[in-house]
């Protein structure tokens, strides 16, 4: 057994629920009324928010945004995780500003930084966006407190960035690693399914690191599985869009 | 009213160890390339990468933490640039007919080799793409980049940091990552797709 000098590593996941009806062109968001939290929110712990497939700039991303902010008066994270799909469509100037800026302004402006994936639908020159925080690179680590995260490109799994993951996983020694991309391991929706070759690949490599958590996207829908080998993950891609039906 | 589904976890692990994963194999793809045509096909990526390195010297470089009016005009300028210094590029000259007979060689192995229903199967979930693809014009806004399966990469020759290989189809196109730029392209790359 495992256990960790940590004592907790508050989490929090926003997605729509599952019943609610797919939101209409020119449909606008519902403000957010604040819901009871039932969370650890110890002082010393580290907080933050993961989102999904968010770039869509339609009323659900909008609304989203909205429950982070209300949310976030009870439970003060301080950063956000982005699963990929950042931006869907064009890369203008426009696109970015419409599918991130606006939703995310008073969280940007609060101070929150966000650090982003890439997904199938990101142009990985987004890693130079100044608010995704990715410094240039297509994967890339950082760490909170005692805990490590990975950020990696799963669209483009190379030989060299499994071997910079091997290293990186094999130095990192606060206490919880947990790695983020956007194609699940494992996923139980219908729409795309866990990608099988890349689980093969970099499973082994989680396993062998002592992986805590991982968080993908790509299917607009919530999942918890069950932990594989010892890892707890999650899909969540919701976060602008649900796909009714999809599990 | 819209609810949002708001979950918490407190994460206390205490995670089971499990056996060793058995050891992947790796293969040495690259090396399974006649090591005449690697040189050849390395030759002309890093020829191609001198050209971006001069584009990129006209255009100056882009900074992390840019802003996206900045990306996007970078992007432009680098694509342009690039295009100008290669204004005769044309299908082949990278991918030749020989070296793409052994890259084929190399996919082959790849999706048929013990691997292959997983290669397969993640290039079916990859949200598949399809496009006219011409050299020296840009990958279409808004088109969605397919991932490349990871076995696939392992199979294909290395290429220089400038460049990526990209699957449209059953088309592999080496795409210019900063100038966004289809740089070479070669049909009926992977069997079976």
Known sequence: ?247 | MRHSALLFFALVLCAGQDAPPPAQARPAPAARLAAGLIHEFQTKVEAYAVVHREAEKQVGPLKPGSTAARIGRHQRELAKAIRRLRRNAAQGDIFTPRIAAEIRSLTGTAVSGPRGARVEKSLRRAEPVQFHVVVNRSYPSGTPLQSVPPTLLLYLPELQSELEYRIVGDTLILRDTAANLVVDFMRQAIPGV
């Open chain 1, 1 to 247: 057994m495992r256990s960790f000098k940590v004592a907790l590593v508050g989490l929090i996941i926003l997605a729509p629920q599952l019943c609610s009806p797919p939101f209409r062109a020119g449909e606008q968001a519902v403000d957010a009324a604040p819901v009871e939290l039932r969370l650890p929110g110890k002082k010393d712990s580290v907080k933050f928010a993961v989102i999904g497939d968010s770039g869509t700039g339609r009323p659900p991303q909008f609304e989203i945004a909205a429950r982070m902010v209300s949310f976030r008066q009870q439970f003060p994270f301080t950063f956000v995780l982005m699963l990929g799909d950042n931006i869907y469509g064009g890369h203008s100037p426009e696109d970015f500003r419409r599918k991130f800026e606006e939703p995310y302004q008073s969280l940007l402006a609060g101070g929150v930084k966000f650090y982003a994936s890439l997904g199938n639908h990101d142009d990985p020159i987004e890693s130079f966006y100044k608010p995704f925080h990715m410094d240039g690179k297509r994967y890339y680590s950082f760490h909170y407190g005692n805990v490590d995260f990975f950020a990696l490109d799963s669209t483009y799994m190379s030989p060299e960035q499994v071997a910079w993951l091997r290293q990186e996983l094999s130095h990192a020694q606060r206490g919880w690693k947990i790695c983020y991309f956007h194609h699940p391991l494992y996923s139980d929706a219908k729409f795309h399914g866990a990608d099988i070759d890349l689980r093969n690949r970099i499973e082994p490599i989680l396993r062998d690191q002592k992986v805590d958590v991982v968080l993908s996207g790509h299917e607009h829908v919530y999942e918890r599985l069950a932990p594989q080998h010892g890892i707890h993950y999650f899909v969540l891609g919701d976060s602008g869009e649900l796909r009714p039906h999809d599990l």
